[in-house]
């Protein structure tokens, strides 16, 4: 059903800082507002119910890229009209179209399904996303065309999720390019927050407007608005009269979507097979560094199914689209799921250091630079450092605390975790009578603390890269008194070179990195 249009809102980014337009939707709100039912007022404030992931035992379909295609409206609900044309017929005629390009071109790759297959049926915005889910889909497209009460609002445009984990913005741009290349206008890709404070189920971030984007994303199905014209504009509506540039307009999305999932590549099965390799590593990987005692039981039950559904797509892909769309669904959405830990506001919900902070916290390694923030970026000190691993051995953190080093308060946070280091052989003073805690602390220098620990307490990893000081170009720049150490670290992946495959081994080591290597070395201890 249409609603009446509503006036021209604030910038969406002052409605909250979490979310931003780094994904590529346009940070302008649009001239006019894509004519659809939204803002319905449903909050999905409580931890997810519902059990959309529910995979068939038909490779066939389950390794195809599976979309559900939205004919939007149907029954009684005409959508718009205008000159004898109804969006209910035209749109059900474009979603017909696209998926006979689909499946007549890309069998065995791409299954389609629809909503509604007539125009006499009739369903609510949340019923079309349980049909939807019932097909476990990757994602679903919500077909329309359309309307404005200014006769010179023209052209396509397509409304994507503001929830980055479930915004494919770059396929938006790909169907709004291809609209353009048959001469409509092109409006661009648009999001829009609810209106009326509903929130998304993590409390913080306003949730999607438009229903027919929000419902499907409840059961983490991805889903876009495609309008392609407008039926209250001459031109478009001569355009669209036509059944033949129907079947353009249903063409143009389903080559938008071959082009983003690669539907056209000729894949063997060893380039497939390293695919799968590859991206069954990365989420493993990000699983195993997930806290899941952070979450609480619902989503720890969430998090399980999301990873094993992952898994069993990836192993049934037919294609690298549909594997590159699995992995990046999967951890997009459990990295916005919120933790039962305190919430830093500079530790973001994709960042690679998210679960080690998580982690390091949780156990009781760090604390935040503040209640709300925990410093990733700053350069961790050799005060700080010998603290985290005297937590770590649970060793007493009672003050005061004397030393043999002048520099080191005895009532300071630090002080009873040196005097601990020191009389167990696992640091050393800068002089006879020098610590430093204050001072910035080294890769090589952390990790020789880190590896004296380990031997005092005969602690042994189990991890093992086959790695040595030789596979870093600058691996021979390690000083004499840390080469043993570092060997150790880079062998049992404590420590990893960058991009740039340097060990930096007289660098500074941030917070972020230091918890990395904490959460690392205890795992496998």
């Known amino acids: ?5 509503r006036g021209i809102l604030t910038l969406l980014c002052t409605i909250s800082f979490l979310f931003t337009f780094s994904c590529g939707v346009l940070a302008a709100t649009p001239d006019h507002y894509a004519n659809e039912e939204g803002d319905d007022g449903i909050s999905y404030t409580a931890p997810l119910t519902v059990t959309p992931y529910q995979m068939t035992t038909s490779a066939e379909k389950d390794g195809n890229l599976i979309i559900v295609l939205d004919p939007g409206h149907g ?16 749109n059900l005629a474009v979603a017909t179209y696209c ?23 009739s369903l609510e915005l949340e019923d079309r996303a349980v049909v939807a889910a019932t097909h476990s889909p990757d994602l679903m497209i919500s077909l ?7 006769s010179s609002a023209n052209g396509g445009e397509v409304y994507v999720s503001r929830l980055e984990e479930y915004a494919l913005t770059d396929l938006g741009k790909q169907i709004v390019n291809n609209l353009g290349d048959l001469g409509l206008n092109k409006r661009g890709v648009f999001t829009r927050a609810s209106e009326s404070n509903t929130y998304w189920t993590d409390g913080t971030r306003l949730a999607d407007y438009y229903g027919i984007i929000k419902h499907p994303a409840y059961r983490e199905i991805p889903s876009m608005i495609v309008e392609h014209c407008f039926l209250s504009n001459a031109s478009d509506r001569t355009f669209a009269s036509s059944d033949a540039n129907l079947k353009k307009l249903g063409e143009a999305d389903a080559k938008a979507i071959v082009s983003y999932f690669n539907l056209g590549e000729n894949i063997n099965t060893t380039t497939l097979a390293n695919a799968k390799a590859t991206a069954t590593k990365r989420l493993n990987d990000y699983y195993n560094d997930l806290t899941l005692t952070a979450y609480n039981a619902s989503y720890q039950a969430k998090i399980e199914q999301i990873y094993q559904d992952a898994l069993n797509r990836i192993n049934l892909a037919t294609g690298t689209g549909k594997i590159n769309l699995t992995i990046n669904r999967a951890i997009e959405t459990i990295a916005y799921y919120p933790t039962t830990i305190a919430k830093f506001s500079d530790v973001k919900a994709l960042d690679w250091y998210k679960n080690a902070v998580i982690y390091s916290v949780e156990n009781g390694f760090f604390n935040g630079t503040s209640a709300t923030t925990f410093s990733p970026a700053a350069s961790i000190t050799r005060g700080m450092f010998i603290t985290v691993v005297g937590r770590t051995a649970g060793a007493s953190s009672t003050t005061p605390a004397s030393t043999v080093f ?12 040196i005097a601990w280091g020191y009389s167990n052989h696992i640091i050393e003073g800068l002089s006879a009578t020098s610590f430093g805690p204050n001072q910035a602390i080294t890769r090589e220098d952390l990790i020789t603390i880190l590896y004296r620990y380990a031997k005092e307490k ?12 030789a596979n870093f170009s600058d691996g021979n720049t390690v000083d004499s008194w840390a080469t043993e150490a570092m060997t150790w670290a880079v062998t049992h992946g404590v420590i ?11 660098a500074y080591t941030t917070r972020a990195e230091a918890a990395k290597i904490m959460m690392t070395f205890t795992k496998q201890s």
């Open 458 to 469: 005969g602690i042994t990893l189990t991890g093992d890269t086959g790695k040595t000081m």
């Open 496 to 506: 990893n070179g960058d991009n740039q495959g340097k060990i930096n081994p007289r």
């Open 1 to 5: 059903m249409k609603k009446k249009l």
């Open 144 to 150: 329309h065309f359309n309307s404005s009460t200014s």
């Open 99 to 121: 998926k006979n390009f689909l499946e007549q071109n890309y069998s065995g790759k791409v299954t389609v399904f629809l909503t509604r297959s007539n125009n006499s049926t």
């Open 406 to 417: 002048s520099d080191v308060d005895s009532k300071a946070y630090y002080a009873p975790y």
């Open 75 to 90: 029954g009684k609900d005409p959508g718009a009209s205008a000159g004898g044309i109804y969006e209910r017929e035209i």
